[in-house]
């Protein structure tokens, strides 16, 4: 089983940048794809960005953060990390890192994560 823990949130003025961090738990965690999603009031959770379980591993990223979002972990500290630069007021959101073994066709779908953690608020103020 693995806890997760993010960190980092904040409200940050539009143009600025925020990293986040997500601690997990447990012996096993560079066996796990990581992910970061989010969810802004009254609409979905949506997939945000993922990382493989090596480190270094294949990285995926939204289309509304690619380019501005980078994904890393560091599997001797158990943590992965969001770092988001250019904030606009729709990055605003609670974000969620997401644990799973299996990416099937693909890292962005939530039901592929077994694992999340209880989410950071990040707000972008315009």
């Known amino acids: 089983q693995v806890q997760l823990v993010e960190s980092g949130g904040a409200l940050v003025q539009a143009g600025g940048s925020l990293s986040l961090s997500c601690a997990a738990s447990?012996?096993?965690?560079?066996?796990?794809?990581m992910a970061w999603f989010r969810q802004a009031p009254g609409k979905e959770r949506e997939f945000v960005a993922a990382?493989?379980?090596?480190?270094?591993?294949?990285?995926y990223y939204s289309d509304s953060v690619k380019g501005r979002a980078t994904i890393s972990r560091d599997n001797a500290k158990n943590t992965v990390f969001l770092q988001m630069n250019s904030l606009q007021p729709e990055d605003t959101a609670v974000y969620y890192c997401?644990?799973?073994?299996?990416w099937g066709m693909g890292p962005t779908s939530p039901s592929l994560y077994n694992y999340w953690g209880q989410g950071t608020q990040v707000t972008v103020s315009s």
């Open positions: 997401a644990a799973g073994r299996n």
């Open positions: 447990g012996s096993t965690f560079s066996t796990y794809h």
């Open positions: 990382v493989s379980w090596m480190s270094g591993g294949m990285t």
